[in-house]
């Protein structure tokens, strides 16, 4: 009898541990199948969104005749717009960080466009981006190029800033309108890093580090740069700086290069001087003045990231605000009193 309680109690735990992994895995497999299912392409027909912005406005400010008709005269005009086949308006929106997270969504955004986009469509490309990452921000820049090398129209709309690894999505366009106090330019190129050596040399601590390859590593953190080291670094931000100087000049060969790629930036009025820009516009207006005559539809895919990417990107967001409060007090200082 001893023996048997032993083992239907040694069976019973076995139970319970086998159900409990049967759980824990039904559980992650769940989780896996929910967030699959919130990566989703999100279409919203911008026509339809204005025209509820104004019948909500009319109601408040028309009497109840004037209200009657002006409903009478929209319906009709929706009947006649559905009744042709009207040209389309793609509207994407990318707000840009450090290390430009938003591509993902950017490339399956671009993707469903262009596998539905006629010859008489156009891309509308909604940018706020201060600039980062080199290759991360080439790769962006890289999908809007799938637009233009298909033939179709790009308007890339700078209500903000679209500056250094920003305009350098932004110059793919086939047009730039910017408003006139956003922010665009800054082709050039910057490393920068703290050094510790002496710190750590004070109090007695070495740092060794040991590469395969002459130029593996230059300049480091904790170590001790040299001249050599600068100079190689200088050398790797001049080749970078040819790099977007050449393509800025491949997709807006009548700008003077010598003249904007000095790493400066200039406000709307005076990029369009300089022909960063085409038009003085917010994007408000483009839409605007598109939706009499173009259907509108702003297209988002939604992507669930992993909870490490969502710590990470805690973490850049933190960086993001220092970079934004760094470029908006440089702005405000030069702002009249």
């Given at each position: 009898?001893?023996?048997?309680?032993?083992?239907?109690?040694?069976?019973?735990?076995?139970?319970?541990?086998?159900?409990?992994?049967?759980?824990?895995?039904?559980?992650?497999?769940?989780?896996?199948?929910?967030?699959?299912?919130?990566?989703?392409?999100?279409?919203?027909?911008?026509?339809?969104?204005?025209?509820?912005?104004?019948?909500?406005?009319?109601?408040?400010?028309?009497?109840?005749?004037?209200?009657?008709?002006?409903?009478?005269?929209?319906?009709?005009?929706?009947?006649?717009?559905?009744?042709?086949?009207?040209?389309?308006?793609?509207?994407?929106?990318f707000k840009g960080d450090?290390?430009?997270?938003?591509?993902?969504?950017?490339?399956?955004?671009?993707?469903?466009?262009?596998?539905?986009?006629?010859?008489?469509?156009?891309?509308?490309?909604?940018?706020?981006?201060?600039?980062?990452?080199?290759?991360?921000?080439?790769?962006?820049?890289?999908?809007?190029?799938?637009?233009?090398?298909?033939?179709?129209?790009?308007?890339?709309?700078?209500?903000?800033?679209?500056?250094?690894?920003?305009?350098?999505?932004?110059?793919?366009?086939?047009?730039?309108?910017?408003?006139?106090?956003?922010?665009?330019?800054?082709?050039?190129?910057?490393?920068?890093?703290?050094?510790?050596?002496?710190?750590?040399?004070?109090?007695?601590?070495?740092?060794?580090?040991?590469?395969?390859?002459?130029?593996?590593?230059?300049?480091?953190?904790?170590?001790?740069?040299?001249?050599?080291?600068?100079?190689?670094?200088?050398?790797?931000?001049?080749?970078?700086?040819?790099?977007?100087?050449?393509?800025?000049?491949?997709?807006?060969?009548?700008?003077?290069?010598?003249?904007?790629?000095?790493?400066?930036?200039?406000?709307?009025?005076?990029?369009?001087?300089?022909?960063?820009?085409?038009?003085?516009?917010?994007?408000?207006?483009?839409?605007?003045?598109?939706?009499?005559?173009?259907?509108l539809y702003r297209v988002?895919?939604?992507?669930?990231?992993?909870?490490?990417?969502?710590?990470?990107?805690?973490?850049?967001?933190?960086?993001?605000?220092?970079?934004?409060?760094?470029?908006?007090?440089?702005?405000?200082?030069?702002?009249?009193?």
């Amino acid at each position: 009898m001893e023996f048997l309680a032993e083992y239907g109690l040694f069976l019973l735990k076995t139970i319970t541990v086998v159900a409990a992994i049967v759980i824990v895995i039904g559980a992650a497999a769940a989780a896996g199948r929910k967030a699959a299912q919130q990566e989703t392409l999100e279409v919203e027909n911008l026509n339809e969104r204005y025209r509820n912005l104004a019948r909500s406005l009319k109601r408040a400010v028309l009497g109840k005749s004037a209200l009657k008709a002006d409903l009478k005269a929209v319906k009709a005009a929706v009947k006649a717009e559905s009744k042709g086949e009207r040209p389309r308006a793609f509207v994407i929106d990318f707000k840009g960080d450090l290390k430009a997270s938003a591509v993902p969504s950017l490339r399956e955004e671009v993707s469903a466009v262009l596998a539905v986009a006629g010859d008489n469509d156009h891309v509308v490309l909604r940018l706020e981006n201060y600039g980062g990452v080199v290759h991360e921000h080439g790769l962006a820049a890289s999908q809007l190029a799938r637009i233009r090398d298909r033939g179709i129209p790009l308007t890339i709309a700078v209500d903000k800033v679209a500056a250094s690894g920003g305009y350098l999505m932004a110059c793919v366009a086939t047009r730039i309108i910017a408003a006139p106090f956003a922010i665009l330019g800054s082709i050039g190129v910057i490393a920068q890093l703290p050094n510790f050596n002496r710190m750590l040399d004070t109090h007695g601590v070495d740092f060794e580090q040991i590469t395969a390859g002459e130029y593996k590593r230059n300049v480091t953190m904790f170590g001790k740069n040299t001249d050599a080291d600068r100079a190689r670094l200088k050398e790797q931000l001049e080749d970078v700086h040819s790099l977007f100087k050449a393509a800025v000049a491949r997709y807006r060969p009548a700008l003077e290069l010598a003249r904007v790629s000095t790493g400066e930036h200039w406000y709307g009025t005076r990029a369009l001087e300089l022909g960063l820009a085409d038009a003085l516009q917010t994007s408000d207006e483009l839409l605007a003045g598109m939706v009499a005559e173009r259907d509108l539809y702003r297209v988002h895919y939604k992507i669930r990231q992993p909870f490490q990417k969502r710590l990470m990107a805690n973490a850049d967001a933190v960086f993001e605000r220092f970079d934004a409060t760094r470029w908006r007090r440089r702005f405000e200082s030069r702002l009249p009193r």
